[in-house]
């Protein structure tokens, strides 16, 4: 009888030790959930930081890299002129011989039937070296233009004189003592001009 007592009381006092020990594995569950729960906006959020900051680093980027290619271009264009118009100095020398070739046809008699033969070759022979290095002079962007008949233009033509005309519009070059000379369509030397007014 006292032992059957002993092992009832022994399995009652169990029960409750039981209960102990499933309560906290329900309570251990629940914070489990709430904190799955409050991770998913922090996620959240953090990935969608992280996409504006990539933004903001592209963009930063791109610019970046357009001014790079501003800066390049710029430079080429500096490196490319510095090319060009180095040698205007030089051109200008240059055209200066040319300019001389053509005074010294200029003083030539004109040609005439029966002339001298010597007088002929020596005009001839200008006349081919005065082509020849026209010819050069274009090769390496020395252009000139004769500015006779034209519209006077300030930026291409100095004006040595003005003279009332009958027979040219007002503001047109009726003598060109020069020509114009441009380096790869920059004004090299100007034409020396005489341009017409109009009659008193």
Same mark, same amino acid.
């Given at each position: ?26 309570? !251990?569950?629940?914070?489990? $959930?709430?904190?799955?729960?409050? /991770? &998913?906006?922090?996620?959240?959020? +953090?990935? @969608?930081? =992280? ?34 118009? !180095?040698?205007?100095?030089? $051109?200008?020398?240059?055209?200066? /011989? &040319?300019?001389?070739?053509?005074? +010294?046809? @200029?003083? =030539? ?92």
């Amino acid at each position: 009888m006292t032992h059957d007592t002993d092992h009832n009381t022994g399995a009652a006092a169990a029960e409750p030790g039981n209960t102990d020990q499933t309560a906290p594995l329900h309570d !251990a569950a629940a914070p489990t $959930a709430e904190h799955g729960a409050d /991770a &998913a906006p922090a996620d959240e959020s +953090a990935a @969608s930081k =992280l996409e504006q900051e990539a933004a903001e680093f592209k963009e930063k980027w791109l610019r970046a890299e357009a001014e790079n290619q501003n800066l390049r271009a710029r430079a080429k264009r500096e490196v490319d002129d510095a090319r060009q118009y !180095a040698v205007q100095k030089f $051109a200008r020398d240059v055209v200066e /011989a &040319a300019e001389n070739l053509r005074r +010294a046809l @200029s003083s =030539l008699p004109a040609a005439q039937e029966g002339e001298d033969s010597v007088l002929t070759k020596m005009r001839e022979g200008i006349e081919s070296t005065e082509r020849s290095f026209i010819s050069i002079l274009e090769r390496h962007g020395i252009k000139c233009e004769d500015a006779q008949g034209k519209v006077f233009d300030a930026n291409l033509h100095q004006a040595m004189a003005e003279q009332p005309s009958a027979e040219h519009e007002p503001g047109t070059v009726m003598q060109a003592w020069t020509p114009t000379w441009t380096l790869h369509g920059r004004l090299l030397k100007p034409a020396m001009v005489v341009v017409a007014k109009a009659l008193a």
